[in-house]
């Protein structure tokens, strides 16, 4: 197989391919391996060893022979490194399958690498000391975004066309828009989290995957999605297709709410454009728009983040030594992560409580919210892909509630929706100055269909699959067709 051909596929096409068997699943799987030798070498997106040959899977699964990668945090494949971006658990071999694996093999994925994250997923980008930074394929001086940004800087460079991913306060949807793919968090509950986690961080995080296209991810939530036995939250499994039928589906007369502002701050002046663009997208399709927001204590919300996450992040520590030589093991971590367990360690019970007080509130305030609106239209982040070393989890003197602001400050728009569990989608919808922007969708809890639809309704008005960064597998790269720049221009 060409690797110009396969670094233009989506995995959609590719199973395309293998079912007419023009290829054979062996070639696809070098054709990957090629891809990501290619590209890697710039990019800092892989941890440890491209596999020579993937995990075991099922050659029934309907997307049998498809590369894939797992991001090295949460999701776990027994046999397989699981060293969550830190020195601290360099090493670790997982003894199981997590139940998203389980179904990841089912569905035939051929498992090709492990792909970076910063340590323990906690920055809104991959620069880990233990691993090194991960480089945006569009310009490798700029960041691929975190936590997910290994996945997404390989796919979007055409080495992979989707990749593992999870979410706990944009980590999914901050490195697709960035590097200018895919990205869906899905609802709270919908995807499995088990069996070692009920409700990973609280409930803000959620398991599922970074893609190359709109069809993709609906063609991988429909495999993927469903309670597992023993799941805090019992989600019925759709009929089969169900979440792919909706990609073809052309939903009129919503209700949208557009925003360009977060408690946080507001959008930088271009992506600000870009969402107010798209809005008018929409109202071309038909659909009412307008200005509104769901209100959020930004003070309120940030001491929400800040006791879950350290709290988690302590847990962890605690689990991994023991409770015992915590200041030894925190010697092995960044700085950041430091700050954080010793945060964590001197919250009392009535602090988690208030804080989960806070996320029931909003919650329901949510709620009375898409009372009104069907839709909400927001940046998925503040800006394009910043300078690398510009956001650094290492350096001397951080303290736990400066690092927290100072994250929030880079991604206001997305962490609302992993404290509610509502699925919300980034989409790279548009361009600036040779850097993508993605445009974020969020919708009521369980109405993944209807993102689905909106997003690949967009995709198809506004394509942005031609577009090729200057890191790409597929050949010479940054010199998009006439088209493409037409695109952009437009």
């Given at each position: 197989m060409e690797l110009r051909e396969y670094a233009r596929m989506d995995a959609t096409g590719l199973k395309d391919l293998l079912d007419r068997r023009e290829v054979t699943r062996g070639e696809v799987f070098e054709a990957a391996r090629a891809a990501i030798a290619q590209v890697d070498p710039v990019l800092g997106a892989v941890v440890g060893e491209v596999f020579d040959e993937p995990p075991a899977y099922s050659e029934a699964g309907p997307f049998s022979g498809v590369p894939f990668a797992l991001k090295d945090l949460m999701c776990t494949a027994a046999g397989v490194r699981n060293e969550n971006?830190?020195?601290?658990?360099?090493?670790?071999?997982?003894r199981r399958d997590s139940d998203l694996m389980v179904r990841w093999r089912a569905a035939g994925l051929a498992v090709a690498c492990r792909t970076s994250t910063p340590e323990f997923g906690f920055?809104?980008?991959t620069e880990p000391v233990a691993n090194g930074p991960t480089r945006n394929p569009w310009n490798p001086e700029r960041v691929a975004g975190g936590s997910s940004g290994g996945s997404a800087a390989l796919v979007a460079a055409g080495a992979l066309p989707w990749a593992h991913a999870n979410d706990a306060g944009g980590s999914i949807r901050t490195p697709a828009a960035l590097c200018g793919v895919v990205g869906l968090k899905p609802t709270r509950g919908l995807v499995p989290p088990g069996p070692d986690s009920d409700e990973p961080l609280f409930g803000l995080t959620a398991e599922f995957a970074v893609t190359r296209s709109v069809r993709d991810a609906?063609?991988?939530?429909?495999?993927?999605?469903?309670?597992a036995p023993g799941d805090r939250y019992h989600v019925r499994r759709r009929a089969p297709g169900e979440f792919a039928a909706a990609v073809g589906l052309r939903p009129r007369r919503l209700r949208v709410a557009v925003s360009t502002d977060s408690p946080g701050g507001g959008a930088d002046p271009a992506v600000a454009a870009e969402v107010l663009r798209v809005a008018g997208l929409l109202e071309d399709f038909g659909d009412q728009v307008e200005r509104a927001a769901p209100v959020v204590d930004d003070e309120r919300f940030r001491e929400l983040n800040l006791t879950f996450w350290s709290a988690s992040i302590a847990d962890t520590i605690q689990a991994l030594t023991g409770g015992r030589d915590v200041e030894k093991a925190l010697a092995l971590v960044e700085t950041a992560t430091a700050a954080m367990v010793r945060h964590g360690l001197a919250l009392r019970w009535e602090d988690v409580s208030r804080a989960r007080g806070y996320q029931n509130e909003l919650t329901r305030s949510m709620a009375g919210f898409l009372d009104r609106f069907d839709l909400i239209?927001?940046?998925?982040?503040?800006?394009?892909?910043?300078?690398i070393g510009?956001?650094?989890?290492?350096?001397?003197?951080i303290d736990a509630r400066g690092w927290v602001d100072t994250l929030s400050g880079y991604s206001p728009f997305t962490a609302v929706y992993n404290a509610t569990g509502q699925p919300a989608i980034s989409i790279p919808t548009g361009m600036?100055?040779?850097?993508?922007?993605?445009?974020?969708?969020?919708?009521?809890p369980g109405q993944e269909d209807v993102l689905l639809a909106v997003a690949a309704q967009l995709e198809e008005a506004d394509p942005w699959r031609g577009r090729v960064p200057a890191v790409h597998?597929?050949?010479?790269?940054?010199?998009?067709s006439p088209e493409i720049r037409e695109t952009e221009a437009r």
């Open positions: 971006g830190s020195a601290l658990t360099a090493g670790f071999v997982a920055s809104a980008t609906a063609a991988l939530l429909d495999l993927v999605h469903g309670s239209l927001t940046p998925t982040t503040r800006s394009t892909a910043w300078p510009e956001l650094d989890a290492n350096r001397p003197g600036s100055e040779g850097l993508p922007i993605g445009v974020q969708l969020a919708a009521a597998a597929g050949g010479p790269a940054g010199h998009p």
